[in-house]
């Protein structure tokens, strides 16, 4: 796809021609290929640091498949430049660990919330600010696991900065905070932990940008801990193709 160097976005590396106004946001640059196999007659666009583009069509409409790296300020760079080129509406589709132990390994935890456990989004709004996704989005994305038969949950997760501070807080310096910490969003109900959501819904808030996200589960820690022993799911096909099918969901909604 040509592109005016005028009009390139510095960390995306995109013009608006090659961003539809939906956008598909996995973390991982390695993702972005699978998933833009659900898209019709889907094109590499570029890759750049930790931003690999593809863009096609589902139901005629543009779509874009964003990789944003890991953690908050990555994925508020994308968004905030992708808005900036017109996109308006974003699916995040990433992997999670369970904490509520309904929440079992091969999962979809579709977020309506997040604990904002991350740095990016105090230079956006107050803490006492909640990290919500767009309603319409969670609606379709629930619409859409319920039509694919996929086991699903629906709730709060937990957005951090720190992967091994979650993972392994017995080695932090401030492992009794952390741990501490951890056992309220277990009381709290709070059903799984990842590191992007909480950024991706105060941005969409502050950019009037509609924003939800799905999560593969990968293990659930809190379930070893009781003795139930589950294999790791690294497939993460079943959140994508929730995600897909919510896109399309929200494409025929705004068509109306």
Request: net charge negative.
């Amino acid at each position: 796809m040509l592109k005016d160097n005028k009009t390139v976005k510095y960390h995306i590396g995109c013009t608006a021609d090659d961003i539809g106004k939906y956008c598909i946001l996995p973390g991982d640059p390695g993702r972005c290929e699978k998933i833009a196999a659900y898209l019709d007659n889907a094109q590499f666009v570029t890759s750049n640091r930790e931003y690999t583009t593809f863009t096609g069509y589902l139901l005629g409409e543009k779509v874009s498949v964003v990789s944003t790296g890991i953690g908050g300020p990555s994925a508020a760079i994308a968004v905030e430049e992708l808005a900036a080129l017109g996109a308006h509406t974003f699916i995040r589709i990433g992997t999670c660990g369970g904490i509520n132990t309904k929440v079992c390994a091969g999962d979809v935890v579709i977020a309506a919330s997040a604990v904002r456990c991350d740095g990016t989004t105090r230079e956006y709004a107050p803490e006492c600010f909640p990290a919500t996704a767009d309603f319409d989005a969670t609606c379709a994305l629930v619409k859409s696991a319920q039509k694919l038969g996929i086991s699903y949950h629906v709730g709060t997760v937990h957005s951090k900065d720190s992967f091994y501070g979650q993972a392994a807080p017995e080695n932090m310096p401030m492992s009794e905070y952390l741990t501490e910490r951890w056992n309220v969003w277990k009381r709290l109900g709070v059903l799984a932990s990842e590191m992007e959501a909480s950024t991706l819904f105060v941005v969409g808030a502050a950019r009037n940008l509609r924003c939800g996200a799905c999560f593969n589960v990968l293990w659930n820690q809190e379930r070893e801990k009781q003795g139930i022993h589950e294999e790791e799911h690294h497939d993460t096909d079943r959140a994508i193709r929730v995600a897909v099918e919510a896109i399309k969901e929200m494409i025929k909604q705004d068509s109306v």
